[in-house]
């Protein structure tokens, strides 16, 4: 079982920058990947930005340039850099992790934090 904590949402301006952090309950060694969801209002869960174990990093083309996904290994920790923020990136952001072992495929998911980007 892992369990993911996620805190950093809130209400910015358009043009404005937040961080989101996300503490896993577990080393980021064990983790296959980690990453961001988000969810808008009448929207599905789209994949925002993952990064693997060995560092490895995709984005979502809507965010590509003006998000950066990382992870301190010491703080098991993942974060996500929003920089450039628009009005369309306004939605709950779900931190997100996956175990592969074997043919066992797990994947865990945080509470999710509200990102809001008006004027």
């Known amino acids: 079982q892992v369990q993911l904590v996620e805190s950093g949402g809130g209400l910015v301006q358009p043009g404005g920058s937040l961080r989101l952090s996300c503490a896993a309950s577990?080393?980021?060694?064990?983790?296959?990947?980690m990453g961001w969801y988000r969810q808008a209002p009448g929207n599905q869960r789209d994949v925002v930005a993952i990064?693997?174990?060995?560092?490895?990093?995709n984005y979502t083309d809507s965010v590509k340039g003006r998000f950066t996904i990382s992870r301190d290994n010491a703080k098991n920790t993942v974060y996500l850099q929003m920089n450039s923020l628009k009005p369309e990136d306004t939605a709950v952001y779900y931190c997100?992790?996956?175990?592969?072992?074997?043919?066992?495929?797990?994947?865990?998911w945080g509470q999710g934090t509200q990102v809001g980007v008006s004027s």
């Open positions: 990064i693997t174990s060995d560092s490895r990093t």
């Open positions: 577990r080393s980021l060694f064990r983790l296959n990947a």
């Open positions: 997100y992790a996956r175990v592969v072992m074997g043919l066992v495929t797990r994947e865990y």
